[in-house]
């Protein structure tokens, strides 16, 4: 069953399927950098009363289902994280000083609405792993 969210005059349910990749594809989401921008992640959507539903961090990209309020756009959550995580792992992983031009994430992202499917999207964000696992032995047969 869906489970609706309040604020003062209103009921919603707005939730998504985000995907976010570091620039030119890199596998670099792993060890120390893997935890910080999770623990980053997680830091954002809690200052912006963001609940992260379910969430997997990939060496080459990042699944979120996330439960937006209506106030914020997807457009603005999506900037918001990945500029602040970016600024995160620059200064604390990479020791960069300055603030402007820290790239991290590509310009774009993948997006969709989830609605009934809830329990499909669940089970593809909790089987990315496996299935990467999965290709990359297939990598190693040839």
Request: net charge positive; charged share 25%; proline share 3%.
């Amino acid at each position: 069953m869906h489970e609706w969210q309040n604020l003062s005059h209103m009921r919603w349910e707005c939730k998504y399927h985000i995907v976010i990749i570091p620039k030119y594809r890199k596998r670099m989401l792993y060890g120390k950098v893997k935890k910080h921008v999770g623990e980053g992640i997680r830091e954002v959507l809690r200052q912006r009363g963001i609940e992260l539903v379910e969430g997997n961090l990939m060496p080459d990209h990042i699944h979120m289902w996330l439960s937006i309020p209506p106030m914020h756009s997807v457009a603005f959550v999506i900037g918001f994280i990945k500029g602040k995580s970016a600024v995160r792992i620059h200064r604390q992983i990479l020791g960069h000083k300055k603030n402007t031009g820290l790239h991290f994430w590509i310009r774009g992202c993948c997006v969709r609405t989830v609605g009934l499917n809830e329990e499909t999207i669940r089970k593809y964000i909790r089987q990315q792993k496996a299935l990467e696992k999965r290709q990359g032995e297939l990598e190693f047969d040839h």
